[in-house]
């Protein structure tokens, strides 16, 4: 067990077989027909980040190809290269050359494919078609709306869904059993709550906790991760909004300077209360949109204290306003 | 209503010179369907008969004086299809040039310069050139392949067809040479039959509601049905509805239930995740809530929606000039709660609209590239930047085009569109084209016609140097001999005239 506690989790836990994929049983169920019949029709997997886009493509190339899977797989990240001298040179050499070691055809994985510049999605249109005898292809994207119609008019879409509290739940598990780590129900809760339905941001927090020790609680992860506890978000938020000026600066400061919480990742967490917490229509607007300009402002590289601080104050008056 | 009688099929296998043949035969199991079902024939196409009745007509009149056609239209239409079944219905031989390809001047003119200008003189064997994807051209790695499109189709002496989903996105002067095919998209009603054939050729069983759900969710696209029913039946023995929930074309309609979401009386929670679900940027959704904004009823709601609308919008210009995704969030948010806030949950009671400036878009897109390329050919002739053009010339050149429209239409060599741009008045802007038209007519004619007389001047040189062993040594070759009887004559002709 110690000799790989080097090893990312996310890349030791992926799933190797289609089966082993949690959250995405219509999908898999699919494409475990597809590898029945031996038939594969072009592919177009979108949805947000961890999800199972790429372990669903590399699983079903290992499963068509067996042993030789390597050889007749090649994945490629289309934000990395997104010109249309890619489609033209890489892609279509590797789509043109007869599939090895008696495979019917081959896999070109393209990742995040709405990266690419429409001039090369439009070259890339016609190699799918072109090389259809040799070479399928799996696009991924998070949205399939960047993706030009002659394209989607070739695939099949597959659209993987934001992973739900039981799949998180299950994978968390399993992990924590074959790490043979203690892992409490509110750790869980917790982690459940960071990831927001990404599973390699789930494993990630996990991993991270597992450091600190083999028994793992809800204030590890919530540290390890550098979140505050939904607790203490509607603490800040409660206070802003009864008037307290003080008492959520002093809350604010805690969060900020004591648990070492970056500022965007306090915005994103305020940002996911407004949404869900009862209020005025108007005040949540309101509310929201302070939040967009103190988080635009920090792009722009304003000092984030004083943002922040302004962004409280800001709360506080909006709140004022819409009691009266 | 549609119907597949078996010899169809059967005059598929039969034609032996077709891959597709080879293909059925070699590897049935992996070839994917709308590969398979291709319509190998025009009669085998489904829909758009005008466009196809309009190919036939101009394929069995085609001589070396007409025009190229533009096939364009939405994906899955059948244009592409249509361009090889016309070649292989008339027997004549394709070259085709796509996007994938390199498609620099020199490739271009390499591939179809010389496909296009050699031919047999008997005209036996004709070349159709199939430019696909014409419409992508833009960007520096294609750079020269507009003009080389435009001088293969100027030297061409074979049929010549472009393909392009955007008409517009060619440039204007390789539009104005060209005839003009429209492609539609498809009615479910004749997608569903197609998808029934094949259903049966593949041994299938299936529902017709599951069927008429996908030629419905197809949106027209025939490519896309195909697809859709081939990643559903893989494994499958039978299809019913249950089996469609996901293998299908992105469905838009989603954007419906968002909207009258956003009017109606729906939680923010379940609001923003619904603009999730439909998968749209938030451009697109600020659009869709714009053109519903009409329907309240009240102005200071109007006036409190269009405030939300607008500080989305700024978060959407932050977004990209930032190139922070995360601001995206607010941009979104602010649309939809803030309209829905400003409607007050009172529901939506007329038909939500779809974005206004969709219908427009068309045209937009049409005037911006007229303004891009007369700009373009203006800018090159004065050899000045397009925005000094712009700036500092267009008004004065304005009143010049006005005072002499022929001069300068034939000077900035401007297609109908450009000179419309200066002239407001299309009956003026034809008659000049009409009467440029006219003069080109003229000066090819009579290009055609010394090209012709050197030729013969030069044959008849020739034949004048050696006489004897022509007729001697190379007895076997009908084809070449075949004009001769007229030779004399005509040179003697054409002597004649030069004295």
């Known amino acids: 067990m110690m000799d790989d506690s080097h090893t990312i989790w996310i890349e030791k836990y992926r799933p190797q077989k289609l089966a082993d994929i949690v959250g995405q049983n219509e999908i898999i169920e699919r494409l475990e027909s597809y590898v ?7 592919l177009l997997f979108t949805g947000s980040a961890g999800v199972g886009k790429t372990t669903a493509a590399v699983a079903l190339a290992r499963e068509f190809f067996g042993e030789s899977w390597h050889m007749n797989f090649r994945e490629l990240n289309a934000s990395d290269e997104r010109g249309i001298d890619v489609v033209r040179n890489q892609i279509k050499q590797f789509a043109r050359t007869s599939p090895l070691e008696g495979a019917t055809f081959k896999i070109l994985f393209l990742d995040e494919a709405d990266a690419l510049t429409p001039d090369a999605q439009a070259a890339l249109r016609r190699t799918m078609e072109s090389y259809a005898q040799t070479c399928r292809f799996i696009l991924s994207c998070n949205y399939s709306s960047k993706i030009i119609d002659p394209i989607q008019s070739r695939c099949a879409i597959y659209r993987f869904r934001a992973l739900g509290r039981d799949a998180v739940k299950e994978e968390i598990h399993r992990i924590a059993t074959q790490e043979s780590l203690t892992i409490q129900e ?26 600190i020790s083999r028994e793992i609680d809800e204030k590890m992860v919530y540290a390890i991760t550098a979140t505050a506890r939904p607790d203490e978000i509607d603490e800040l938020l409660d206070l802003s909004l009864k008037g307290d000026f003080e008492g959520a600066e002093a809350v604010l400061q805690k969060l900020l300077q004591e648990r070492g919480i970056a500022p965007n990742e306090l915005i994103t967490q305020c940002y996911r209360v407004l949404v869900r917490r009862p209020l005025d229509q108007g005040l949540r607007v309101a509310l929201i949109d302070q939040l967009g300009v103190t988080d635009f402002r920090l792009s722009e590289g304003a000092n984030s204290e004083i943002q922040m601080e302004a962004l409280i104050a800001g709360f506080v008056m909006l709140s004022r306003k819409y009691s009266s | 209503m549609y119907h597949y009688n078996t010899n169809i099929m059967i005059l598929v296998m039969n034609s032996a010179s077709s891959d597709i043949i080879y293909l059925i035969y070699g590897q049935s199991v992996d070839m994917d369907w709308v590969e ?42 059948g244009k592409t299809s249509s361009a090889y079944a016309l070649a292989r219905d008339m027997a004549w031989e394709v070259v085709e040039l796509n996007a994938s390809d390199q498609r620099t001047k020199a490739v271009i003119e390499r591939v179809a310069g010389t496909s296009s200008t050699t031919g047999s003189l008997t005209g036996a064997k004709r070349k159709l050139i199939i430019l696909d994807e014409a419409d992508n051209l833009q960007g520096n790695a294609d750079r020269g392949g507009a003009r080389a499109i435009l001088d293969v189709i100027k030297k061409s002496r074979q049929p010549i067809i472009l393909i392009a989903n955007e008409l517009y996105d060619l440039p204007a002067e390789i539009r104005s040479r060209c005839d003009l095919v429209q492609f539609r998209a498809l009615q479910a009603r004749s997608v569903a039959p197609r998808l029934k054939y094949i259903c049966s050729a593949e041994k299938r069983s299936c529902s017709d509601i599951a069927l008429r759900d996908i030629a419905e969710e197809a949106h027209g696209d025939m490519r896309a049905a195909v697809n859709m029913l081939y990643a559903t039946a893989i494994g499958r023995d039978q299809i019913v509805e249950d089996s469609l929930s996901t293998s299908r074309k992105d469905s838009r309609s989603s954007i419906f239930d ?51 609308l607008s500080r989305a919008d700024e978060y959407l210009g932050y977004t990209y000039r930032q190139q922070y995704h995360t601001l995206w969030r607010y941009a979104t948010a602010l649309m939809i709660l803030g309209v829905s806030d400003a409607a007050g949950s009172e529901g939506i009671h007329a038909r939500i609209s779809s974005p206004e400036r969709w219908k427009r878009m068309g045209t937009y897109r049409k005037q911006k590239n007229v303004r891009i390329n007369t700009l373009h050919s203006i800018a090159e002739r004065l050899h000045m930047s397009q925005g000094t053009v712009k700036e500092g010339y267009l008004s004065q050149l304005g009143i010049l085009i006005e005072k002499d429209p022929l001069g300068y239409a034939k000077e900035f060599s401007l297609d109908a569109d450009g000179l419309n741009m200066f002239l407001h008045d299309k009956a003026k802007t034809q008659g000049v084209m009409k009467t440029i038209a006219a003069e080109e007519k003229a000066r090819e004619k009579e290009r055609d016609l010394l090209d012709k007389e050197a030729e013969k001047k030069r044959k008849s040189a020739e034949r004048k140097k050696e006489p004897a062993p022509v007729q001697s040594t190379l007895p076997p070759e009908p084809a070449e001999q075949e004009p001769a009887p007229d030779e004399p004559k005509k040179t003697q002709k054409t002597l004649f005239d030069g004295f």
């Open chain 1, 36 to 42: 029945k019949s031996g038939n594969l029709p072009h």
């Open chain 1, 186 to 211: 509110d750790a869980i809760d917790a982690i459940i709550y960071i990831a927001q339905g990404d599973m390699r941001k789930a494993i990630n927090a996990l991993q991270g906790a597992a450091i």
């Open chain 2, 36 to 77: 398979k079902y291709r319509p190998l024939h025009l009669e085998d196409v489904v829909g758009n008969g005008p466009a196809i009745r309009q190919m036939l007509d101009w394929a069995s009149a085609w001589n070396k004086e007409s025009r190229p056609l533009i096939l364009y239209g939405k994906p899955g239409t």
């Open chain 2, 258 to 308: 968002l909207i009258s979401g956003i009017f109606g009386r729906t939680d923010s929670e379940k609001l923003l995740r619904m603009s999730y679900e439909v998968d749209e940027t938030p451009e697109t959704l600020a659009q869709w809530i714009e053109a519903n904004v009409t329907h309240l009823k009240d102005i200071s709601q109007v006036t409190r929606a269009y405030d939300s």
